[in-house]
């Protein structure tokens, strides 16, 4: 038998059949479900007189809309009419096809990339899809999983499958160690810095190398969250004991009478040796910087201690001009150093970064200091339920509160801004979210993409400073 | 439900000169609140088009236009085909950006690269998005800001592309996305067909991986 990547095992496996061309049925083993890309999904299901194919495949929890201050009475308590009517929906569509969900004022309700790998519905070696792009993220477990439109969201739920091809191979190797102050949304913004917003078009990424296998499996998933914004739907680390450890005892993880046998099979969820890749991309991890991106594109990023490139000297004609109207844009100047660029917002949530290492790494930063009186807001956004707890069992919430951060409920949040929480025009915003996209945080807002760490950082100072020369 | 068909077009082209145009750009997140499919069209580039910040459910017809956008401007009125740069329609997996921009009117996408969920998502809205080299984009784009009213013929059956000189440019298409556009078949019907073999499957997973299919402790 040759070699084998990790993609390729876990495609082989969930063939279901395969045409001449290459399209394939592919069986999908979970799917996640949230407001905003499911009603119409639904609503297919009804008028074509469909039902679920397997409806304990399903977990739903509202998470896009939800409003991050308290709201009395669940759903209905939302005050935006659209909102709650979305998240009413979910509600509405669980109940009538009998599918387990997370739904608002519950513990376990979350950022459904949050939710699923800690209630171990994401497990090693599963296909998992959720209409949503940063499905990506649980990759990081060693499943193969594939944000889908909502098309996809009503083919999987009627028929368990996805038509899909295989794509292509391709390894980003990490080697070596990182500075302390670097973490793992450095890496992933280095890696796109690298490669670009489309440098992983039509592959499968596994992410390897020593840095990944030192890191937490909830830093593997900042990574694997972010793949999709280099342009792969699916990225992927190696399952090793640390993810094994991960899984033990969570709600959706095989118990004892099943465990040893799912044990056996998930330690050969890695690439063979001499394995195939299509493509290979090598970093030296000594050599990343905190990462701080300066335009519209999360490719558009830098060093800390780097300045704001300059279009001028940039080639190629059609970048250059992109560049300028990122520039125009972000309100800045060709030259500038990232450390005088000011900060308005901050922000300290989204799927990428509000687990609780997340904010354990962000209080460090913060502990016993103020929020400079420059900075207007200052949020704390707990990816679920269940991290929120764990925060406040540590007093995490009475270090942020207590240095003028708020500190919110579960939910997106100002990571897409579909909710209250949003950044008004102008304003620049550190914020460990995944998108610097026009408008993405609030119309016209200005973000900086940033990890927890440096977010912190930057909140205590007012602007940017390199969290390297604190630790 | 995918029913929309594609088979062939003769319609005005309008130039979107810029890359990695993103979906949240296509369709700003104010409006995927809709639980429907429709009625997303108006609000298609709505940071762009308008002047104002615009809220769903506002009558678009009211509100200050952005005149130096290239789908405000009068030679473009109509237009099917939309011209674009490379990395068309990155970020988030939303169908709400092909379902605005099928709304809008536009039938065909061309650029030299899509994102991967963004092109799967048009096929499955009737949508048939064409990759060209980046130099026949280049050319189309010097072709079209040269000349007003400048249409192109698309046919699918064919996989070719005629410029009003008659020049023919020929494009890829995965054969089962064009079966299924040419015909309009639903997917989910296509895959039903093969029901007994995904039962198959499915008792054979059990076996081979148990601990997928047990009911979890939520306690
Ligand atoms: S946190 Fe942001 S990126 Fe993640 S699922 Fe929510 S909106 Fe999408």
């Known amino acids: 038998m040759s070699a084998k990547t990790l993609y390729d095992k876990l495609w082989d496996e ?13 069986y999908i083993d979970r799917q996640l479900l949230h407001e905003v890309t499911s009603p119409q999904a639904f609503e297919g299901l009804r008028l074509a007189g469909r039902t679920p194919w397997r409806i304990s495949a399903n977990l739903a929890t509202a998470d896009h809309n939800v409003p991050t201050t308290p709201v009395a009475g669940g759903a209905e308590g939302i005050v935006d009419p659209i909102s709650r009517i979305q998240v009413q929906t979910l509600h509405r569509n669980t109940q009538e096809f009998g599918i387990t969900e997370f739904g608002m004022g519950h513990v376990r309700q979350g950022i459904v ?13 599963m296909t998992i899809v959720c209409g ?70 039509g592959y499968t990424m596994e992410f390897g190398g020593q840095v990944l296998r030192d890191m937490s499996i909830e830093g593997r998933m900042t990574v694997c969250n972010m793949s999709i914004e280099a342009g792969a739907r699916a990225g992927l680390v190696a399952v090793d004991d640390k993810t094994i450890e991960y899984v033990k005892g969570r709600p959706f993880a095989p118990a004892d009478e099943h465990w040893d046998e799912a044990v056996a099979h998930w330690q050969t969820l890695h690439s063979d040796e001499g394995a195939h890749f299509d493509k290979v991309v090598v970093l030296d991890g000594s050599a990343i910087q905190p990462q701080v991106s300066w335009g519209t594109s999360p490719e558009m990023v830098v060093g800390v201690n780097d300045k704001v490139p300059d279009p001028a000297t940039e080639a190629d004609p059609v970048k250059a001009k992109g560049m300028q109207r990122a520039l125009d844009y972000m309100g800045l100047t060709a030259n500038t150093p990232i450390r005088d660029i000011q900060l308005d917002y901050i922000f300290i949530g989204s799927c990428t970064n509000s687990r609780i ?25 707990p990816g679920s339920g269940l991290v929120k707890q764990q925060a406040e069992q540590e007093g995490l919430d009475k270090i942020f509160i207590d240095a003028g951060f708020e500190w919110r409920n579960p939910g997106c949040s100002m990571c897409l801004a579909m909710n209250a929480d949003r950044l008004p025009a102008q304003k620049h915003c550190a914020s460990t979210s995944n998108r610097n996209f026009e408008g993405r945080q609030g119309a016209g807002g200005r973000t900086h993409l940033v990890s927890p760490v440096m977010a912190a950082a930057a909140a205590i100072a007012g602007h940017f400073v390199d969290v390297r020369e604190m630790v | ?76 009125q109509g237009a099917k085909i939309l011209l674009a740069r490379e990395n068309f329609g990155c970020g988030s997996s939303r169908e709400h950006a092909p379902w605005a921009l099928k709304d809008y009117g536009f039938d065909v996408i061309i650029a030299p690269s899509f994102a991967d969920i963004f092109f799967n998502n048009s096929f499955k809205n009737g949508i048939l998005p064409i990759v060209l080299s980046d130099d026949h984009v280049e050319q189309l784009f010097n072709e079209v800001e040269a000349h007003e009213g400048y249409q192109l013929d698309v046919d699918l059956a064919s996989q070719t592309i005629t410029t009003p000189k008659g020049q023919q440019i020929g494009f890829e298409v995965d054969s089962f996305r064009k079966h299924c556009l040419l015909n309009g078949l639903d997917d989910i019907g296509l895959t039903l067909v093969h029901r007994d073999e995904i039962a198959q499957y499915e008792a054979k997973r059990q076996q081979q991986a148990p601990w997928l299919f047990v009911t979890p402790n939520l306690s």
């Open chain 1, 132 to 201: 949503d792009s940063h499905t990506s993220t649980h990759g990081a477990l060693g499943a193969l999983a594939h944000g889908i439109g909502t098309s996809e969201v009503e083919h999987v739920l009627a028929t368990q499958c996805l038509i899909q091809k295989k794509n292509k191979n391709m390894l980003v190797r990490v080697d070596g160690q990182l500075q302390p102050g670097v973490g793992p949304k450095d890496v992933v913004l280095a890696i796109i810095g690298e490669i670009g917003t489309a440098g992983g078009t």
């Open chain 1, 14 to 26: 969930h063939v279901v059949r395969q045409e001449e061309d290459g399209t394939a049925l592919i």
């Open chain 2, 1 to 76: 439900m995918s029913l929309t068909q594609f088979t062939h077009l003769n319609a005005i082209v309008a130039p979107l000169d810029r890359a990695n145009v993103d979906t949240d750009a296509i369709i700003p997140k104010q409006f995927l609140k809709s639980i429907k499919r429709s009625g997303f069209g108006p609000n298609l580039f709505d940071e762009w088009r308008y002047l104002d910040v615009g809220q769903p459910e506002q009558d678009c017809a009211a509100r200050p236009v952005n005149p130096d956008f290239v789908l405000n401007q009068a030679r473009y």
């Open chain 1, 113 to 125: 990339h949050v939710v699923g790998p800690e209630n171990g519905a994401t497990l090693p070696g």
């Open chain 1, 357 to 381: 290492e997340d904010l354990r790494a962000a209080a460090s930063a913060v502990k016993g200091k103020k929020v400079a009186t420059t900075v207007e807001q200052a949020l704390v956004v």
